[in-house]
C-alpha cells in the first residue's frame, strides 16, 4: 500500500495513507511525495488526489465603481451586484413632474411624468443612455410648465394688483 507525506512548506509529515490523508484537509497546492515519486508535487497533479484535498473555490472578485457615491445609499435597488460597475441611475424627475402637473400646467406635467416613468425600466434593461435621455426630457418638460405656470402665476398677481389700484 502506497504511503504518502505532504508538506505545509515548513515541516515533513507522514507515512500517510490516502483515507487517513483525507482528514489532513490538504489543498491542491499542498506539495505531497510518495516512494517512487521523483520530486515534492502539488496535490492537484497527482490523479488518485483528486478527491482528497480541499476544493477551496476562486476568491470572490472586489466590485469596482465608476464612480462611487459620496453617501452610499443602501436602501437603492440599483446598488446591487449586478449594477457595480454601471454609473448611478439618472434622476428621474418624477416629483417634480406630479407637483407640476398637480399645481401648474397639466399638458406639460403629464409629459414629464411620461418621461420620468420611463427612466428607471430603461436603466434596469440595462440601456443607461436610453435612461439619461428620458431623464433629460422629463426634466425638460417639467421646467417648461414651471416656467408656463410662473408667468400664468406672476400674469395674475399683476393683474389683480392693477385691479385694485
Known amino acids: 500500500?502506497?504511503?504518502?507525506?505532504?508538506?505545509?512548506?515548513?515541516?515533513?509529515?507522514?507515512?500517510?495513507?490516502?483515507?487517513?490523508?483525507?482528514?489532513?484537509?490538504?489543498?491542491?497546492?499542498t506539495l505531497i511525495w510518495y516512494e517512487g515519486l521523483a520530486q515534492w508535487t502539488k496535490a492537484e497533479l497527482l490523479p488518485e488526489l483528486q478527491n482528497v484535498y480541499i476544493k477551496i473555490p476562486q476568491p470572490i472578485p472586489q466590485p469596482t465603481y465608476n464612480h462611487p457615491p459620496n453617501n452610499p445609499n443602501y436602501n437603492n435597488p440599483y446598488a446591487s451586484n449586478t449594477n457595480l460597475n454601471k454609473p448611478y441611475p439618472p434622476k428621474t424627475w418624477m416629483l417634480e413632474a406630479i407637483l407640476v402637473t398637480l399645481f401648474c400646467c397639466l399638458p406639460f406635467g403629464i409629459v414629464g411624468i411620461v418621461f420620468a416613468s420611463?427612466?428607471?425600466?430603461?436603466?434596469?434593461?440595462?440601456?443607461?443612455d436610453g435612461a439619461k435621455r428620458a431623464s433629460d426630457n422629463a426634466k425638460t418638460w417639467t421646467l417648461i410648465g414651471f416656467f408656463i405656470g410662473l408667468i400664468f402665476l406672476l400674469i395674475w398677481v399683476f393683474s389683480l394688483s392693477r385691479i385694485r389700484l
Open 118 to 128: 420611463k427612466v428607471n425600466n430603461l436603466y434596469a434593461m440595462g440601456d443607461y
Open 1 to 29: 500500500m502506497k504511503k504518502y507525506y505532504y508538506s505545509d512548506g515548513q515541516n515533513q509529515y507522514g507515512p500517510f495513507t490516502i483515507e487517513e490523508l483525507k482528514e489532513k484537509n490538504i489543498t491542491k497546492d
